[in-house]
Structures are given as structure tokens and as C-alpha cells.
């Protein structure tokens, strides 16, 4: 059975550009949680997406969104890019919502952003 | 406010030596709690989980860790060192909820030498 797939795995942008990652999930699986890992911040919940809902969200602001397809890939877009928002963007997906279901990451999209 | 406290920033064992990684956490009840490793340019791979019961959880690898409620405690161990084992390690916590929000510690680094 594939992995979780991140799509691209390397980003390079410019302040206030806007970028849009994808994220494939493992097949069956219906629930798909990004995160952000930075060296400063460490590893920090985005949010978190089941049957197309967002039913999570950590303390990010507006730029940051996402969506959920029918067939569980999910998006996650940045808008008005900042220096700050460089970092590696983890996508973790599992069979069904809840922290006792076990997530499998993806190997990230690692953003610059210049 | 829930918080996940690794002490040690990076830690140096020689191969064949056992290892042990410091967890604290601070949460409103007894959280899910869960041991993940990263290895370089890779997403992040679950070593181990405690939701409930034997308060000493044996994973993958070889690893294990023990729950100590009273000081609000997940250390995570082995007992020879590979060195392979050289990665960065992160403990997280999670609700016993369907809200599916990992608060991550840190992460340590561990270093292996021959």
C-alpha cells in the first residue's frame, strides 16, 4: 500500500506570492492533518480535515487554509507568503478522526520562501 | 494549556549503549501520549503509543517507554543503540477525543558514535 504523498516536495517563493501544496493520502484513509515544523517553532497543528470538513485548526492566521476533496487528497494554501512561513509542511493522514487512530506523515513539502 | 517538555535538545551515545529520552507534559487530563521519530529529509514515523493500561508500552525498533502519572512523565528507552538509531525524536500529546490535534514537543536530537 503507498505512503502518504506530498506534492512538490521543494518550494521556492517570493514574499507575497501565495502557494498551494498538495497532499495524497493513504488509500481509505479519510481524515488529513497538516502541520508546519520549523526550527524556531518546532512541529505546530494546522488543521485537520475529515469527509471534506475542517473539524481542527491550530493558532494560524486567515492566510493559512485548506480544503478536502471527495476522494480524501487534500490542499493547504498560504497566501501573501511571509519570510516566516519558510518551513516543512508535514501532511499526516488516518483511517478516521481522533488521536487514538494512528497518523502516517507524509516525507513534507519544504517551502523558502525569499 | 497543554505543553510537551523535552529537556534534552540533543544527546550523544555511544553505539551499543542504552538510551533514554526525556518527556514531560503538561495537560488537563491524562492525554493519548505517543513517541515519533525523524530521520533526515523523511515525515515523521510513530515508534510507540500509550493510551491505556501497562503503563510500560513496548514499539518498534526496539524502543520502549513507560508512563509515570504522578510526574506527568513518557520517557522513551533502549537499551543498546544502533546506529541507526541516529534521528531526531519528538514525544506529542493528543485529546482522548475525536479532535485530532498533536501538541509536539521540541524534539531531541540523538547522535550516535561508533
Known amino acids: 500500500k503507498a505512503g502518504v504523498t506530498q506534492t512538490p516536495r521543494y518550494l521556492i517563493k517570493t514574499r507575497g506570492q501565495q502557494v498551494t501544496l498538495s497532499c495524497s493520502p493513504i488509500s481509505g484513509h479519510r481524515s488529513v492533518s497538516w502541520y508546519q515544523q520549523t526550527p524556531g517553532q518546532g512541529l505546530q497543528f494546522l488543521f485537520e480535515?475529515?469527509?471534506?470538513?475542517?473539524?481542527n485548526k491550530g493558532n494560524f492566521p486567515g492566510r493559512f487554509s485548506g480544503r478536502q476533496f471527495s476522494n480524501s487528497r487534500s490542499e493547504m494554501n498560504v497566501s501573501t507568503l511571509e519570510l516566516g512561513d519558510s518551513a516543512l509542511y508535514l501532511c499526516?493522514?488516518?483511517?478516521?478522526?481522533?488521536?487514538?487512530?494512528?497518523?502516517?506523515f507524509g516525507p513534507g513539502t519544504r517551502l523558502t520562501v525569499l | 494549556a497543554q505543553s510537551v517538555t523535552q529537556p534534552d535538545i540533543h544527546i550523544t551515545v555511544s553505539e551499543g549503549a542504552s538510551l533514554e529520552l526525556r518527556c514531560n507534559y503538561s495537560y488537563g487530563a491524562t492525554p493519548y501520549l505517543f513517541w515519533y521519530v525523524q530521520s533526515p529529509g523523511q515525515g515523521l514515523q510513530l515508534l510507540l503509543k500509550?493510551?491505556?493500561?501497562?503503563?510500560l508500552v513496548q514499539g518498534i525498533k526496539g524502543f520502549e517507554a513507560e508512563f509515570k502519572r504522578s510526574q506527568s512523565s513518557f520517557n522513551l528507552r533502549k537499551p543498546s543503540v544502533h546506529w541507526s538509531d541516529a534521528a531526531e525524536y519528538f514525544c506529542?500529546?493528543?485529546?482522548?477525543?475525536?479532535?485530532?490535534?498533536?501538541?509536539f514537543g521540541a524534539g531531541t536530537t540523538v547522535t550516535v558514535r561508533a
Open positions: 506529542a500529546v493528543g485529546p482522548r477525543s475525536n479532535d485530532y490535534k498533536l501538541s
Open positions: 500509550y493510551f491505556s493500561g501497562d503503563t
Open positions: 480535515y475529515f469527509s471534506e470538513t475542517q473539524r
Open positions: 499526516a493522514s488516518s483511517l478516521a478522526g481522533g488521536t487514538g487512530n494512528e497518523q502516517f
